[in-house]
């Protein structure tokens, strides 16, 4: 009962505080894909870069350390048949330094229509990886790297006081005679502005949403089905000093439950709450928080923050208590070109061991006018 009131009483309280900084934090990082009015017929080449450099010294038991070296290269064509529709096809690829050869390669199509304004429907590669504003324990930074590629379906809203990223992403197709598991991802993030404001100051309702599911009709015994659920909700509070001057208060209530037929993990049902205070600033932000969860299990969040070990399958931390901070230096050097530094304490109060990863990026993003194509 104790138990039970506990956790309630965490969910008021994150019912109270929650997600701006997720936002702001890695900006630079995202986009929102919209169709332009004024380049119908027109024809662009749109060029993303990002140069990174990610070094994650971890010494616990919960995961072992790893360093990311390389590039995200991905061009595109980009055309706008109709003022409302646009179709981009290009390639995705990615290189790690020290190996050879290029690591990945994929081809990008998406064909976008915006029925109406703030509203679009994207089918084919979808606006994925950091572009889902997902808080780190559901969603590390190192999935933009590795699984920057989805494809599926999503709906994108951008209204003056709400917002909502709906997405599915079908990691892997199967056919009949498939000997592998089809693997599928869905996702919810929604915001809703409780403030008036025009420049989003004040309390905003946030819910996010993220289903794992693996199986498909034509599994065998050997194959297990396995449907994972993490959300969190909450609320958050913002204030500005100037456009490019803020701070705020951050928590979010999480949930985890392992809804397979037969459950794979030792745990089916976990909580968390995850309390934050940043600010953040044009050159400069910094957050410093505390993590405090129960039996939590994530699919693709930072392995930091779950009870579950990827060094050991044998180890389990119940509970799990972290003291978290971040600090990021920013500067946009030309109008499509940033770079960053990053510095990202992390201190488990239960293995009572510090860690911490550190890393550098520059990012390029732009377009060209190509041609204008007469219907």
Known sequence: MLKHIKYCLLFVFALMLQNVWSQSENKEFTR????????????????????????????????SGITYIGTLLQPRLSYQPYKNIKIDVGIHMLKFSGLDGVTDALPVFSFQYQPYKGFDVIMGTINGGLNHQIIEPMYSFENHLMNFVENGAQLLIQKKRFYADVWLNWEKFIFKTSQSQESIVG????????????????????GQLIIAHKGGQFHTEKDVLQTLV?????????????????????????NFYDSSPIPQYPYILGYSTW????????????????WNGDYFISSFGNPLFQSISQKDKDYLQPHTELITAKFILKA????????????????????????????????????????????
Request: charged content about 20%.
């Open 187 to 206: 996702g919810i993030h929604s915001t809703y502005w409780l403030s008036k404001a025009k420049d989003k100051e004040g309390f905003n309702i946030d």
């Open 275 to 290: 309390t934050q205070l940043y600010w953040h600033r044009k050159h400069f932000s910094t957050s410093f928080g505390y």
């Open 332 to 375: 946009k050097i030309y109008q499509n070109v940033t770079i960053e530094a990053r510095l990202e304490p992390y201190f488990d109060l239960q293995q009572n061991i510090f860690e911490y990863s550190y890393g550098f990026h520059i990012l390029f993003d732009t377009e060209f006018f190509l041609k204008h194509l007469k219907k």
């Open 32 to 63: 929102f894909p919209s169709t332009d009015s004024t380049k119908s017929s027109e024809l662009y080449l749109t060029f993303q870069n990002l140069n990174f450099f990610k070094n994650d010294e971890y010494f616990g038991e919960l995961t």
């Open 230 to 254: 993490n959300t969190a909700i909450g609320l958050a509070w913002v204030k500005k000093i100037k456009s490019d001057n803020q701070w705020g208060f951050s928590s979010h209530f999480l």
